[in-house]
């Protein structure tokens, strides 16, 4: 086990935190992209509050560890993530989706501290992960570049251009995370436009492919922890999730990709959000 | 200045160097002393050139292969870790194919990339219109934080990628193929990114143009004076964005006749740039443009491409005899005008 007992219970305790700010962010912003938000939670919540060698009280910090949020439509979910980690006030968050305000659907770095990469075209943010970690080779810096991808998001030719480049040039220092939820806008990825096999796709450009539980705090340690420790490969951390994850309503629901939720089903949400996470601590024993 | 001699461009010892051979020669001596230069090429090094630098700095230079998107994004990532990316393919592939990464992942986060895009307008006329690049100026002068610039030649093209480096953000600066004549003799003219360079003084017409145009527009000038008895004025707009407002409107007001000169669409380019400024002015004057008619390019060598659509010295001729003709009411006093 990658984590400690007081890890793990730390973590879980930190996302259904973010879980709750999710719902919230929707219901102030009177609509978001919520599915996409509680699928990438868990992955967001370990790698910013275990991984990320960053400091918040200096976030242009030059040896700052870089991620960047390919899937950028998950903004509703970044943006609580980068004020609990102490980037800014919590109270900030409630300008989301508001008239200049610096949190809309997609993350912006001109206008949100400690987001390094504006997001949300689908497809771009892997070239500029690679980008990076070509960067920080070149200045002979120890920096950790993760890229955050959505499985639908894998489309995009891209994608692939940027994996190419990250085997070419052997950029172990990239930490590529896809959340597999399996749900596009139009429908199941395989019916809108198939990416399986996605792992043998991945091997098959040239990366080492580790599959994970994508809410399993566990799981997902052991994953990241391969990729960091990768030699000549980069690895890439398939990570299986499920859209809409810890409200049992929007789970695996197509239409939960973008919606809204008014007073009577906030605390519905959020009633769902208690009931999985007692269930949860009980079940892993924190 | 030019000596006037003729057209070289499918003449490949007329010119000591290539525009891009400059650039590539010029980059890699800036590299020696700036390390946070790094070169990204796709797959067309020795093509754009940008292969001198790879040689004198082999582990700052990535050649991403034949994906321009992903050589952008490329680009913007090295750019926020503090790097001077220098980025090179055709204008085609570097303006359309990449537009979207040029505009989000550059632009839009003000990122210091510099994009030398080789083998603009209608310079590898043989390649055919797949290969030529007409809409270049008009895309990356829409991109807000760009500056645009189109240097006159090799020489020009020098100054300007040294300068570049300067400009804490992005920079898209269009050459052609390299088979252009040189226009000027060195370095020493006082290039200045954003401010236009009057090459030649002129009271009864002025020509604003950026490229291959600066050269035959000159010869323009010369035949005009000559034969007509016209003053003509030549400005070298080699910086399309910013543009240079008092440079226009000191012609406008000098001349009032202005023509534009331009290997581009006439829609969108430097024309368009232009004719904002005159409008914005409220001032009139008789205003032609030069460049291609909102059509797709045709095959063949670049001199006869050039001539076919007016942008050689006679074509600029033929319209300024033209525009000479136009009659318009003239006033001694513009300051009531508005």
Known sequence: MALTAEERQKLYAQAKQLRQDIVDMTSWAGGAHIGGGLSVIDILTILYFKYLNINPKDPCWEDRDRLVLSKGHAAVAYAPVLARRGFFDTEELKTFNKFKSPFGMHP????????????????HGLSMAVGMALGARVLGKNVKVYCVLGDGECNEGTVWEALMAAAQFKLTNLITVIDRNGLMIDGPTEKVMGVEPLAD??????????????????????????????????????????????????????????????????????ASIEKMYEALLRGVGV | ??????????????????????????????????????????????????????????????????????????????????????????AVFAAMRAAEQVRTDICYQKLPVKIIATHS?????????????????????????????????????????????????????????GFEPPFYENENYGFKIGKAHTVREGSDLAIITCGIGVLQS?????????????????????????????????????????????????????????????????????????????TYSEVGYP?????????????????????MKIEFEEDEDWEDEV
């Open chain 2, 303 to 323: 001199e006869d491409l050039y001539a076919h659509y007016k942008l050689d010295s006679n074509g600029i001729v033929d319209t300024i005899r033209q525009v």
């Open chain 2, 1 to 90: 200045m030019s000596d006037g001699t003729g057209t070289t461009w499918t003449c490949y010892d007329a010119a000591t160097m290539s525009a891009r051979e400059i650039y590539g020669r010029v980059l890699a001596e800036m590299g020696k002393t700036d390390t946070r230069i790094v070169g990204l090429s796709a797959d067309l090094a020795k093509s754009t050139a940008i292969a001198f630098f790879e040689k004198g700095h082999p582990d700052r230079f990535f050649n991403m292969g034949i994906a321009e998107q992903n050589m952008m994004g490329v680009a913007a990532g090295m750019a926020k870790m503090g790097l001077i990316p220098f980025a090179s393919t055709f």
């Open chain 2, 121 to 177: 307008g209608i310079s590898f006329g043989a390649a055919g219109t797949t290969h030529h690049c007409t809409e270049d100026i008009a895309i990356m002068r829409s991109f807000a934080n760009m500056t645009v610039i189109v240097p006159a030649d090799g020489t020009e093209t020098a100054n300007a990628v040294r300068a570049c480096v300067d400009i804490p953000g992005p920079v898209y600066m269009r050459i052609g193929r």
């Open chain 1, 201 to 270: 796709k991945l091997k098959a450009f040239g990366m080492d492919v580790v599959t994970v539980d994508g809410h399993n705090m566990d799981s997902l340690a052991e994953g990241i922890e391969k990729a960091l420790a990768a030699q000549d490969k980069p690895v890439a951390v398939l990570a299986s999730t499920v859209k809409g994850k810890g409200v049992d309503f929007m789970e695996n629901q197509v239409p939960w990709h973008y919606g809204s939720v008014d007073a009577a089903l906030k605390e519905k949400a959020h």
């Open chain 1, 108 to 123: 912006d770095s001109c206008k949100v501290c400690g987001c390094d990469a504006s997001t949300g075209s689908l497809g």
């Open chain 2, 218 to 294: 000159v010869e323009a000038a010369r035949t005009l004076e000559e034969a007509d008895g016209l003053s003509v004025r030549v400005i070298n707009m080699h910086t399309i964005k910013p543009i240079d407002r008092d440079a226009i409107m000191k012609a406008l007001t000098e001349t009032r006749r202005v023509i534009t000169v331009e290997e581009h669409n006439m829609l969108g380019g430097l024309g368009s740039a232009v004719a904002d400024v005159i409008a914005e002015s409220g001032k009139g004057c008789a205003f032609r443009k030069i460049g291609l008619p909102d």
